[in-house]
């Protein structure tokens, strides 16, 4: 076994190998970028060695430098973990070369994967069934459509050499096809280095169903099962979960048997996932294999009681597979295993990835039944250059419906102050009835993304009630500390009941929510208290907030709910729904704002990809004038109305600050 490997990663699957390292007394190496001196997996790591910029081409795809790092620490292995140069097969050959041991598959396995249309030539070659398309080298634009009229539409546009959902276009009727595919090419360029493209003939209500292998260098090739990965929004994976709950016994066995065809077609060695796009009738065909580690693997860790990243390193220093694996198929799974993917991003602005310190992050505690994979601590911050992933949320039970209840009761102990996060977006998933009975396809999220996004129900007065009790017991509680040094506990000062000279006590709270100022009229104290909101009135009796929990009577209905007061933040959780407002001044200026339209700004920190437009151009509304590229993703940024341009900011190639001013058009009198 080895006894110091470099990490060629960084967040949370660095930290990932990193836990599995120490508990094998394997010495750890960490390289890092300029945007991640202070990082996790920096401190988390025996040794660690800066290698660049910020940008992932001057640091993290930077080969020669990570292997050169690996060389002068001392390392004898090196871990790519996913992402970055994880399937690239140049570097794992130049590993090789160098001397090292590569903790993945051969560079010829992943050459023959690297290519979609080569991998779906090869299995299609060994009898594994694939997807009408065309994956041919030639890729003059109008052989490309005139393939795409043969495929039939739908179909799909694919980068050849993509994967984690980025160059990927649906294409629905003909006159679409051009635009799409230019777009597609110019993000896999971007993302991946190589514009080429496949077509393939798009599955209507797809489920998505992986199946994780893992060979070893003595010939030996098994499967451990499914992941189901149906729940998708724009090709990325949301929720992952195993067993599925459509595969059927028989439907494992012959998906299995298909997974292990395609990996001894490669005489595959170490981890590696074979995707599988399966029809509502349960036909299947190939999609692609992931020369790699999962982000989701986690879920096959719990029902299975191993450890993959063991695996891996046990198998990289020439160890055989278990024979626990080898002669039971298939292996027996223990309950059920559920993974949500945590990001900084907001679901309400199209789910814009976003940046900022975390200057709270509350993750419910590791148990039996919870694990959290995760590369940030409260403090740290999520940067423009990288991943926004916040934390992989695994949980495990005994069976599906058990697991769920598991995930909703972790999502409840999250809460996060700083950038915006999907929590409330996830939450929303594990309720709808189309995840909890199985039923979800892959593109049922953005078919129907409004019954996850917005305002949902806005019978929403009793969350507003609970937040103002909590506020009215909290500043009675914080009145005596206020009081000052007289400690006198009869002192008036020492009260926060709202009582004056001659009238009860009357106390005004005033809520931000959502933009909206809301106002809650209260009398009372010492959790009694008569209410007036919205020309309603409440009585509240018993009300007490102890450790972060209200409970109290409302309208002789009692009630209870998870409250996080953080400064004038208030967080409010019923047990299925959330909600954030913010104390303000009872008495305050309100000033207008007048919004013109006449700009065209940077939604967050990136990159110009592409300038369409030029000063003195007509445009009309919606057009798209900009591209930018921002953590890994293509925004693009649109007209906000018909008019003349007056002058454009943007240039090509250059990186840009959140709520800069791109285009400007002229001022309409």
């Not at 980068?159 to 679409?176: C, L, N, P, T, W």
């Not at 998708?232 to 994976?237: A, G, M, T």
């Not at 740290?380 to 209840?405: E, G, Q, S």
């Not at 007209?639 to 002058?647: H, K």
Request: glycine share 8%; aromatic share 6%.
């Amino acid at each position: 076994m080895f006894t110091r490997i470099l990490i060629a990663n960084r967040g949370e699957i660095a930290c990932r190998v990193m836990r599995t390292c120490r508990a094998l007394g394997i010495e750890t190496v960490a390289v890092y970028s300029q945007a991640d001196a202070t990082a996790q997996h920096v401190r988390q790591a025996d040794i660690a060695f800066p290698i660049g910029g910020p940008r992932p081409v001057d640091s993290y795809l930077r080969a020669d430098a990570i292997i050169d790092v690996a060389l002068r620490s001392g390392a004898q292995a090196i871990h790519p973990g996913y992402g970055f140069l994880s399937e690239n097969a140049d570097f794992a050959e130049a590993v090789e070369t160098a001397g090292l041991v590569f903790i993945g598959p051969s560079a010829d396995s992943m050459r023959r994967m690297g290519s979609k249309a080569g991998a779906k030539e090869l299995m299609s070659a060994r009898g594994v069934p694939v997807v009408p398309g065309y994956t041919g080298e030639d890729q003059d634009p109008q052989l490309l459509a005139r393939e795409a009229e043969r495929i039939g539409f739908p179909l799909m546009i694919k980068a050849a050499y993509g994967g984690g959902g980025k160059g990927m276009r649906i294409v629905r009727i003909a006159g679409e096809f051009a635009a799409l595919l230019e777009s597609c090419q110019r993000e896999a360029k971007n993302a991946f280095g190589r514009d080429r493209v496949l077509l393939e003939r798009y599955i209507e209500k797809p489920r998505h169903i992986e199946f994780q292998i893992f060979g070893d260098r003595h010939g030996t090739i098994v499967h451990l099962n499914e992941r189901e990965c149906s729940a998708q929004r724009r090709y990325q994976k949301v929720l992952e979960e195993t067993p599925s709950p459509f595969v059927t016994p028989e439907l494992r066995s012959t998906m299995g048997a298909a997974a292990i065809a395609a990996g001894r077609a490669l005489d595959y060695v170490n981890a590696g996932t074979v995707e599988f796009i399966v029809g509502q009738g349960g036909d299947f065909y190939f999609m692609e294999i992931n020369t790699r580690l999962q982000v989701e693997h986690p879920v096959t860790e719990m029902v299975l009681g191993l450890d993959l990243v063991e695996l891996q390193l046990r198998v990289a220093a020439g160890d055989a597979l278990p024979a626990a694996l080898v002669d039971t198929s298939p292996i027996p799974q223990n309950g059920h295993a559920i993974e949500l993917r945590l990001y900084a991003e907001d679901p309400e602005q199209g789910f814009l990835p976003g940046s900022g310190t975390l200057n709270r992050l509350r993750l419910p505690p590791a148990s039996e039944h919870v694990r959290i994979d995760s590369g940030v601590v409260e403090g740290d911050t999520v940067t423009i250059f990288y991943d926004p992933m916040i934390a992989k949320l695994i949980v495990w039970d005994t069976t599906r419906d058990a697991a769920l209840v598991r995930m909703r009761e972790a999502l409840a102990a999250c809460d996060i102050v700083g950038p915006k996060s999907n929590i409330d977006f996830l939450e929303r998933l594990v309720r709808h009835p189309i995840v909890t009975s199985g039923r979800i396809d892959t593109g049922y999220l953005d078919r129907h993304l409004d019954e996850f996004v917005g305002s949902g129900d806005t019978d929403d007065s009793s969350a507003l009630l609970a937040a103002a009790v909590a506020w009215l017991l909290h500043e009675e509680a914080e009145a005596p500390r206020r009081a000052g040094a007289s400690g006198d506990p009869y002192s008036p000062w020492a009260r926060a009941d709202g009582w004056r000279i001659a009238h009860p006590g009357k106390r005004i709270v005033t809520l931000l929510d959502r933009g909206e100022r809301i106002e809650v009229v209260a009398h009372g104290s010492g959790g009694s208290y008569s209410l007036d909101h919205v020309q309603r009135h409440h009585t509240i009796a018993h009300a007490s907030l102890k450790n972060d929990v209200l409970t109290a009577s409302l309208d002789d209905v009692a009630k209870r709910w998870n409250i996080t007061i953080d400064g004038n933040r208030i967080g409010i959780h019923d047990g299925a729904r959330r909600r954030v407002v913010a104390h303000a001044p009872a008495f305050a200026y309100a000033s207008s704002a007048k919004v013109t339209g006449d700009r065209v700004v940077a939604p967050m920190p990136g990159r110009i990809v592409l300038v369409k437009r030029n000063a003195g151009d007509e445009v009309t509304e919606g057009e798209e004038l900009v591209v930018m590229e921002a953590m890994k993703m293509e925004l693009s940024l649109k007209a906000p109305r018909a008019g003349r341009i007056d002058s454009v900011q943007a240039v090509a190639g250059e990186f840009v600050e959140a709520d800069a001013v791109l285009v400007k058009l002229e001022m309409v009198l």
